[in-house]
């Protein structure tokens, strides 16, 4: 039997492996009175218990599609005399032959036959091998068949002449496309099945529900005729009774599932937990909850320590990989939906042998644990990946817009202005992302890396990590003097196609995390730590401070009462000296003073001038400019706020002050030193740096954009 429950977004449901009262055929609130259903491979198996409990809601008919005309003939034969008063009959039609799929829809044209509701339910047979080895021709084959060919029959079905009621697609789809890992000897049909809900996902998202819902829904492991001839017995595994979804399929017709247009889900999953509460709150709330898609820059994920609360995990719960656990490693999983004081701990070794279901763990990583799904907690606090998931947008004027008080000077004077901040990105195929607060009435501003219609540019905002724009600000401000928010876009505006995005000379570490989905790979951690915000860096410059406004000495060394005769630097006037000094790095100077005591006392102020120009991410040695509020919070804590306040939207949000160092009472040899020896850990120092060198490419592609436009 399956487990009596399931975890959704962290919300425990009932789970079912029978027919129940709420989706009974027979209940009044799922009559299917006066429609006409067809069902593609309702001949035997789900798609014949499916067309049995549309026969048990009343349809007024049903049409089943078979390959085989005799077998359908004779299952309709069967449903009618069950059911009398539903007109059962049967075509024969390979679903997969285009000319037998059109010839269907062109005899009920031709009859006058309008189908109010289509189920999908026919799947090709799938290349046991691997992709490469199966070939390409092979797997095209599966995507003629899973993804063209059911495709084609919603096409017919929403295009047919002169039906004008509402109509409803139920597609029986498959746990494989979102459980990789639980038919890896199939990936031609996992690739495939994924495909064509994706597919359903956007029919759904650009046809109104009122006009054609779209349902996608994994039917569970039933026992068929076709299980049978195959080996399995009734023993074999934790079948699920056949009327369970069909049940279900006539239940996502019926007015009670109009919530989830556009959503995959299990038939097994309690529908009135599904239709209230928190999870129904969440689904209406989360466009892109229950979908299929991709999650990329902005959204990392991290594993907790056994030492933190289940609070300090980021991202969903997964299927227990522990096969990608070291041996011994201190890697354990536990069920999210149990609470903290109830959860058991499962180590590889014994969850390898359980037959637990393998939905909703949490893995708690061990010291040692490489695994790519999740930064490892030991190697990154939770406080240094703070708003690593946060984004914001910069968004095109409409020609309506007026100011609010918490604008900043760039958006009063410029083409774009801010929206909320979000915590969580969607796949482009999914949905646009939400924002909080809806800054300028945009709640859902239409986010992307590239555009893809130019004739739309306008209608796209600009993705960015709140605190990736703190430091272009300041690239701008050095380099410029001024913050130019308006070159920043100018240069998103032309270089914005999927091969500039890519072809960008980004850091290696980057790209090599940049998959389909982000690879949280060991020693790259850095990649999601803060850049403004960074645990212990404040005190490590407070250390660095000095009353002592004398040149700076390291301990340990004395300087020369006289130069040796044979040191050439020791002839040279000290404008030279200092000229030679501002022209090396930090590297070059301290093999410098190994071979020449002239430079064991350096002077301060040149070792100033060697900070700011070596290390100019190194911001504080510089500029004062306070952090923006937008990079100091994240979209959860201003929902929170907004429940007993609305200054969040009225009123001027605060900055955060930064220090500025001392130019002459910072000893800047020593902090480099710091710098240089807790390098590993100052996770976020080494994030900003990498930044800093993509905002710097973003001013030189600025600069050539504009010298262009000069010349034209």
């Not at 404040?538 to 340990?556: H, K, V």
């Not at 804590?637 to 907004?642: G, K, N, P, V």
């Not at 609305?646 to 160092?661: E, F, G």
């Not at 592609?701 to 034209?712: F, G, P, W, Y």
Request: proline letters at 6%; a negative charge.
């Amino acid at each position: 039997m399956n487990s009596p429950t399931a975890t959704i977004n962290g919300i425990t449901i009932r789970n079912h492996d029978k027919p129940y009262e709420a989706i009974s055929p027979q209940r009044p609130e799922l009559s299917q009175q006066g429609r006409t259903v067809l069902v593609c491979g309702g001949s035997a198996g789900i798609g014949h218990a499916i067309a049995r409990n549309y026969c048990i809601a009343g349809a007024s008919s049903v049409v089943i599609l078979g390959r085989r005309e005799d077998i359908a003939t004779a299952a309709a034969l069967k449903l009618h005399e069950s059911y009398p008063n539903t007109v059962a009959t049967a075509r024969s039609c390979d679903v997969f032959n285009r000319d037998q799929s059109q010839k269907v829809w062109d005899d009920l044209e031709k009859e006058g036959i309008f189908i109010d509701v289509l189920v999908v339910n026919a799947v090709g047979e799938p290349a046991l091998l691997p992709i490469l080895d199966q070939g390409a021709d092979r797997l095209w084959q599966d995507f003629e068949n899973n993804v063209h060919a059911p495709l084609y029959l919603v096409e017919r079905f929403y295009k047919q002449p002169g039906h004008t009621k509402q109509k409803f697609v139920i597609s029986v789809s498959t746990q494989d496309i979102h459980r990789w890992d639980s038919a890896p000897q199939m990936p031609g049909y996992q690739l495939t099945k994924s495909s064509f809900a994706t597919v359903m996902q956007q029919v759904a998202r650009d046809t109104p529900e009122e006009k054609m819902r779209v349902i996608s829904f994994h039917p569970s492991i039933v026992f068929t005729e076709s299980a049978r001839k195959t080996g399995y017995t009734e023993d074999t595994l934790p079948w699920t009774d056949e009327n369970l979804p069909g049940g279900f399929a006539v239940w996502a017709a019926s007015a009670e599932a109009q919530f989830l247009h556009g959503r995959f889900v299990w038939s097994t999953w309690d529908v009135n937990d599904l239709m209230s509460g928190e999870l129904r709150d969440q689904i209406e709330s989360d466009q892109w909850l229950l979908k299929v898609g991709v999650r990329g820059l902005f959204n990392i994920n991290r594993y907790r320590t056994d030492q933190e609360p289940p609070s300090a995990a980021l991202g969903e719960p997964l299927f227990p990989q522990h096969d990608q656990c070291p041996d011994k490693g201190g890697c354990y999983f536990v069920k999210s939906s149990l609470p903290p004081d109830e959860q058991v701990k499962y180590y590889p070794d014994n969850l390898q042998e359980s037959d637990l279901d393998q939905d909703g763990w949490n893995h708690v990583a061990g010291p040692d644990c490489g695994h790519n799904g999740a930064y490892n907690g030991h190697r990154i606090s939770l406080e240094a990946m703070r708003g690593c998931n946060t984004f914001q947008c910069l968004v095109y004027k409409p020609e309506d817009w007026t100011p609010q008080t918490n604008d900043e000077d760039f958006e009063s004077k410029g083409k774009y202005f801010l929206s909320g901040l979000g915590d969580d990105m969607p796949s482009r195929d999914m949905a646009w992302p939400s924002v909080f607060p809806h800054r300028h009435d945009v709640d859902s501003p239409r986010a992307d890396e590239c555009i893809w219609n130019q004739d739309e540019a306008d209608e796209y905002a600009m993705p960015f990590h709140p605190t990736c724009l703190e430091i272009y600000k300041r690239v701008s401000l050095k380099r410029n003097g001024v913050v130019d928010i308006q070159g920043l876009t100018l240069w998103w505006r032309r270089e914005n196609t999927y091969d500039d995005f890519h072809h960008f000379p980004r850091d290696q570490d980057v790209n090599d995390a940049q998959e389909q989905w982000w690879s949280h790979d060991l020693g790259n951690e850095y990649l999601a730590a803060n850049p403004c915000l960074i645990p212990g860096f404040q005190s490590l410059l407070q250390s660095c401070q000095n009353s002592d406004t004398t040149d700076f000495e390291p301990a340990g060394t004395t300087s020369p009462t006289h130069a040796s005769t044979n040191d050439p630097f020791a002839k040279l006037p000290p404008e030279i000296q200092h000229s030679i000094l501002v022209h090396l790095d930090f590297k070059d100077v301290a093999n410098l003073r190994l071979t020449s005591r002239v430079f064991l006392q350096l002077p301060n102020s040149v070792l100033y001038e060697l900070t700011v120009r070596n290390t100019p991410w190194l911001y504080e040695a510089w500029t004062s400019r306070p952090l923006s509020f937008w990079a100091t919070t994240t979209q959860a804590e201003l929902e929170e706020q907004w429940e007993s306040t609305c200054d969040v939207l009225r009123s001027a949000n605060p900055t955060m002050p930064v220090h500025q160092l001392s130019r002459t009472e910072t000893n800047w040899l020593q902090l480099q030193i710091e710098i240089s020896r807790n390098w590993g850990k100052l996770l976020g120092l080494r994030n900003r740096r990498r930044i800093w060198k993509d905002c710097e490419e973003i001013l030189n592609r600025v600069d050539r954009i504009q010298a262009q436009d000069k010349t034209t």
